[in-house]
């Protein structure tokens, strides 16, 4: 049985930016929890996530670290000292990235939640 | 190289120009190290300092850090501490000289020997290095630097560890530099200690990373920690991080005894994935580094130990920051109360583009956002609250035309009194226009730049 949860129940991120792109590091909150983030959490569905804000996505996986790396080109509105935006070094992109929804077993969000309580 | 020494305790004394100034003071008197790192620069930064050296030419270095020194130097002569800083801005001389003048005040001018690195600043030299064939082309668009050069105020290239190791081997206990990698003023001390081959890979790898760790001060610490920030205690005495490195380039990042904050598995690796890139493949002028290697383990608390990183040969391309004036932005923000916040604030932002529109102002960039509402997330905010107590309207706009930005600033308190009601929060007064110096990332030969680096004593 499969269940929806938001990321932010099974991840931790930080994000920082390089000129116009803006990285997200999405890191799982226990072990159990990062092959279900490496299979759900893919670059297509990030970049659907991101619809609109980004211009492409790409990822790269850090098992020894439990974390996905997500590099969101075109996120900063050209970036650095010229981009108007209230996050123009994407400081936030990563709490933006956990509100995402994805399936999961339902033993996983049963752990989830406990470890939330 | 200090034989026979075990551990090198190397501290972070500021993770970025504008950082807690408390926090070096603390880590000098708050237990035993051995050095004192202070990153200053980060692309934006070293804009800021440019223009400030365009307005004074003894400006472009981080003031405050004299400031700093001048509290801490007698503790550094007195428990035998080495400080190292890339504070030099874009005008290292200027720093290690006020260093200097403040070295003599603090009544410890003897006992401080200040090296400057200088070689970075490649500004003079652009022309030369373009005929010699560096097309500096952007390595973002690929663009040639000509498309800019009448604009660039400066270049700077990244320089490594090197300058640093050489600067403590003429027995500096102060270290000043421009352009050093944040990464590198960390590296340096411990390949000065331990003898580290330059070309043993994994340990510069490993030296990088305990770098890495450091050159954002507290964020390794508890500092802007999401996972389980409300247990984050006394961040007000937040400890700043310090690495405790061994021969073998394994390390443990901890922080002082007593202090607020945390150190553990989640804090290091926030830190870790903080502006990374292809993690297998972290280039710097030292070397390149696989992220995908790093073995984190907790070892007591705050305590984390770092282990098993592996390194691959550096490339012979060092990177080159060149800052050029690309025009003009401002920014501008009203706030709109209950009731129908979110929809006055919008009807403001229509009459706003009308009026900028009728006056026959463009520009390259108009965006507006509503803090409370989208700013942050954007759509993925969804719909706020129709109840919502607030919202701020901020608009910016960006452009080459100063005189069009400047007119844009007189268009906001307008508002006030011709546009939708329960406004407020226009005390600020006009917003300023604010000249943009933007950052061309480019790529030079090092055989271009490293037999121009100097280390000297001031």
């Given at each position: 049985m499969a269940t929806t949860i938001q990321l932010r129940h099974l991840a931790h991120a930080r994000s920082g930016d390089k000129g116009d792109t803006a990285n997200v590091g999405l890191i799982a909150l226990a072990p159990e929890f990062y092959p279900v983030l490496v299979e759900q959490v893919t670059r297509k569905r990030v970049a659907r996530h991101f619809k609109g804000m980004v211009s492409g996505v790409e990822r790269f996986e850090l098992p020894n670290l439990l974390a996905l790396n997500f590099l969101l080109h075109g996120?900063?509105?050209?970036?650095?000292?010229?981009?108007?935006?209230?996050?123009a070094q994407g400081k936030v992109y990563s709490t933006a990235l956990l509100r995402m929804e994805i399936e999961v077993p339902r033993r996983i969000a049963k752990r989830a939640l406990e470890m939330a309580s | 190289m200090t034989e026979g020494k075990d551990t090198v305790r190397i501290a972070a004394g500021q993770g970025f120009w504008g950082d807690w100034l408390e926090a070096p003071v603390r880590q000098v008197r708050g237990g035993p190290i051995d050095y004192l790192v202070l990153d200053y620069l980060a692309e934006v930064t070293m804009s800021i300092l440019q223009k400030q050296r365009t307005r004074d030419?003894?400006?472009?270095?981080?003031?405050d850090f004299v400031t700093l020194m001048e509290r801490i130097l007698p503790d550094v002569a007195e428990r035998g501490i080495k400080v190292i800083s890339?504070?030099?801005?874009?005008n290292p001389r200027g720093c290690a000289e006020a260093v200097r003048a403040a070295a003599e005040r603090a009544g410890v001018g003897d006992k401080i020997r200040i090296a400057l690195v200088t070689g970075d600043d490649i500004l003079d030299r652009l022309d030369e290095l373009t005929s010699a064939g560096e097309p500096f082309a952007n390595m973002d668009t690929d663009r040639p630097l000509s498309d800019v050069r009448p604009q660039v105020r400066s270049a700077n290239a990244y320089l490594g560890m090197q300058p640093v190791v050489d600067a403590l081997g003429l027995g500096a206990n102060v270290v000043i530099t421009g352009r050093v990698t944040d990464t590198g003023l960390t590296l340096g001390p411990l390949v000065h200690e331990f003898g580290w081959a330059t070309d043993d890979w994994d340990r510069i790898a490993a030296g990088t990373i305990a770098g890495h760790i450091l050159e954002c001060g507290a964020q390794s610490s508890g500092g802007n920690l999401l996972r389980g920030w409300r247990n984050v205690k006394r961040l007000e005495d937040v400890g700043f991080p310090i690495v405790e490195a061994s021969p073998d380039g394994s390390f443990v990042v901890t922080k002082h005894e007593g202090t607020g904050g945390v150190v553990n598995i989640a804090s290091v690796t926030e830190q870790l994935v903080y502006e990374m890139g292809d993690p297998t493949t972290y280039i710097t002028p030292d070397g390149i580094v696989d992220f995908t290697t790093i073995r984190l383990k907790a070892r007591g608390k705050h305590r984390v130990r770092v282990s098993g990183i592996q390194g691959r040969p550096r490339t012979e391309l060092l990177k080159v920051s060149v800052a050029y004036f690309y025009g003009y932005k401002a920014v501008g923000s009203l706030v709109y109360s209950w009731p129908d916040a979110f929809e006055k604030a919008k009807a403001a932002d229509r009459i706003l583009r009308k009026r900028l529109k009728a006056l026959g102002l463009s520009f390259e960039q108009i965006l507006t956002e509503y803090v409370g509402v989208d700013a942050t997330h954007g759509p993925l905010a969804g719909a706020p609250s129709p109840e919502i107590a607030e919202v701020m309207l901020r608009v910016g706009v960006r452009g080459p035309d100063r005189a069009a930005v400047e007119r844009f600033t007189r268009e906001?308190?307008?508002?006030?009194?011709?546009?939708?009601?329960?406004?407020?929060?226009?005390?600020?007064g006009r917003p300023a226009v604010e000249e943009i110096i933007a950052y061309w990332p480019a790529l030079v030969g090092r055989d271009k730049i490293e037999p121009f680096v100097r280390v000297e004593m001031v």
């Amino acid at each position: 049985m499969a269940t929806t949860i938001q990321l932010r129940h099974l991840a931790h991120a930080r994000s920082g930016d390089k000129g116009d792109t803006a990285n997200v590091g999405l890191i799982a909150l226990a072990p159990e929890f990062y092959p279900v983030l490496v299979e759900q959490v893919t670059r297509k569905r990030v970049a659907r996530h991101f619809k609109g804000m980004v211009s492409g996505v790409e990822r790269f996986e850090l098992p020894n670290l439990l974390a996905l790396n997500f590099l969101l080109h075109g996120a900063l509105d050209g970036g650095g000292t010229l981009s108007l935006k209230t996050d123009a070094q994407g400081k936030v992109y990563s709490t933006a990235l956990l509100r995402m929804e994805i399936e999961v077993p339902r033993r996983i969000a049963k752990r989830a939640l406990e470890m939330a309580s | 190289m200090t034989e026979g020494k075990d551990t090198v305790r190397i501290a972070a004394g500021q993770g970025f120009w504008g950082d807690w100034l408390e926090a070096p003071v603390r880590q000098v008197r708050g237990g035993p190290i051995d050095y004192l790192v202070l990153d200053y620069l980060a692309e934006v930064t070293m804009s800021i300092l440019q223009k400030q050296r365009t307005r004074d030419p003894a400006a472009g270095y981080a003031r405050d850090f004299v400031t700093l020194m001048e509290r801490i130097l007698p503790d550094v002569a007195e428990r035998g501490i080495k400080v190292i800083s890339n504070a030099g801005g874009v005008n290292p001389r200027g720093c290690a000289e006020a260093v200097r003048a403040a070295a003599e005040r603090a009544g410890v001018g003897d006992k401080i020997r200040i090296a400057l690195v200088t070689g970075d600043d490649i500004l003079d030299r652009l022309d030369e290095l373009t005929s010699a064939g560096e097309p500096f082309a952007n390595m973002d668009t690929d663009r040639p630097l000509s498309d800019v050069r009448p604009q660039v105020r400066s270049a700077n290239a990244y320089l490594g560890m090197q300058p640093v190791v050489d600067a403590l081997g003429l027995g500096a206990n102060v270290v000043i530099t421009g352009r050093v990698t944040d990464t590198g003023l960390t590296l340096g001390p411990l390949v000065h200690e331990f003898g580290w081959a330059t070309d043993d890979w994994d340990r510069i790898a490993a030296g990088t990373i305990a770098g890495h760790i450091l050159e954002c001060g507290a964020q390794s610490s508890g500092g802007n920690l999401l996972r389980g920030w409300r247990n984050v205690k006394r961040l007000e005495d937040v400890g700043f991080p310090i690495v405790e490195a061994s021969p073998d380039g394994s390390f443990v990042v901890t922080k002082h005894e007593g202090t607020g904050g945390v150190v553990n598995i989640a804090s290091v690796t926030e830190q870790l994935v903080y502006e990374m890139g292809d993690p297998t493949t972290y280039i710097t002028p030292d070397g390149i580094v696989d992220f995908t290697t790093i073995r984190l383990k907790a070892r007591g608390k705050h305590r984390v130990r770092v282990s098993g990183i592996q390194g691959r040969p550096r490339t012979e391309l060092l990177k080159v920051s060149v800052a050029y004036f690309y025009g003009y932005k401002a920014v501008g923000s009203l706030v709109y109360s209950w009731p129908d916040a979110f929809e006055k604030a919008k009807a403001a932002d229509r009459i706003l583009r009308k009026r900028l529109k009728a006056l026959g102002l463009s520009f390259e960039q108009i965006l507006t956002e509503y803090v409370g509402v989208d700013a942050t997330h954007g759509p993925l905010a969804g719909a706020p609250s129709p109840e919502i107590a607030e919202v701020m309207l901020r608009v910016g706009v960006r452009g080459p035309d100063r005189a069009a930005v400047e007119r844009f600033t007189r268009e906001i308190a307008p508002l006030v009194l011709t546009g939708p009601p329960s406004v407020t929060g226009f005390a600020g007064g006009r917003p300023a226009v604010e000249e943009i110096i933007a950052y061309w990332p480019a790529l030079v030969g090092r055989d271009k730049i490293e037999p121009f680096v100097r280390v000297e004593m001031v």
